[in-house]
């Protein structure tokens, strides 16, 4: 936050020298650029904020407060929104100046992507909130232009800045559906009993005690069924004991799909009274790690091209 406000203070105070040789427009993709440095020198800013705030109370006044995630709620997201909506918009306008009547026509394809995959999106998931909507139009939105300018071949468009926005796309995706439609259940469940979780029936088939390297274990035996009692997978979480270090861990058991993970955590419990059960269901976390590993690819792609183009000129 620092560094980037200091770079825009010395570009504010040589920007009339630079403006007489390099006029951009607001509306240009030098423009696009400028508005989303700023806005994310101003996430940066708020989050540092509430992160150094409480430690700085504490510091002089002896006094413990704490910043939650409704402040980050109330002030981070919604600077991140106009951010997401320019970066959608941002690498399909024109260098130096965009004319205003052009932005639509060139805008509308992602704007037809975007409303075709969110509505197919929300038939399959069928879970609708406002800020889940908000989140996931924005995601596809900025992964809809991206992948039609990817298609288009353009040599003014840069493949490595393309590939990240994508990223951040699905990042917001994965981000947006592991946050708001997230389950979770605790239950008590005896063998051959059963609990439900979204579209899922867990059959707690048996346990059995286990013996490890340097622990001993008692493992649980779950068999998972979708809506049409198909089984979907066999989830053996654990309850380990490691003698040498006195010890108790759990070993949670967990089944990933593009669609969502299930993880099952077992608790205490007996033969008599049943174990503690945790359920939780959180969809498209897979996503967050798909993004993230997208956006390091348009990273190395975008300083492999630089590197290029300085051997050319070189």
Known sequence: ALLGGYSLILFGKKSKKYFDTNYFALFSKEGSILINNILMIIICATVFLGTIYPLLIEAFTNNKISVGEPYFNSTAVPIMLPAILVMGVGPILAWNKEEKSKIFKKIFPGIILTG????????????????????????????????????????????????????????????????I?????????????????????????????????????????????????????????????????????????????????????????????????????????????IGALIIFIGGIVSINNNLRKIKILS
Do not use: C
């Not at 029936?201 to 008692?218: D, H, R, S």
């Open 181 to 289: 439609w997230q389950e979770e259940k605790i239950t008590r469940l005896q063998i051959n009993t059963s609990a439900q979780i979204n579209k899922y029936n867990i059959i707690f088939k048996e346990i059995n005690e286990v013996k490890g390297p340097n622990y001993v274990a008692i493992k649980g035996n779950f068999t998972v069924y979708d809506e049409k009692e198909n089984i979907i997978t066999k989830l053996e979480p654990e309850n380990r004991y490691y003698p040498i270090t006195n010890i108790f861990t759990t070993e949670a058991s967990i089944h990933t799909n593009l669609a969502r993970d299930l993880y099952l955590v077992l608790g205490e419990g007996n033969l008599n009274k049943g174990w503690v059960v945790k359920i939780y269901y959180n969809p498209l976390v897979i996503w967050i790690w």
């Open 116 to 179: 075709i995959i969110s509505v197919l999106f929300f038939s399959i998931y069928g879970s609708y909130s406002f800020i889940g909507i908000a989140g996931i139009i924005l995601a596809f939105w900025i992964i809809s232009n991206n992948i039609i300018l990817l298609f288009k071949k353009n040599k003014n468009f840069s493949s490595g800045m393309l590939i990240a926005h994508l990223g951040i796309g699905l990042l917001i995706l994965g981000i947006t559906g592991s946050s």
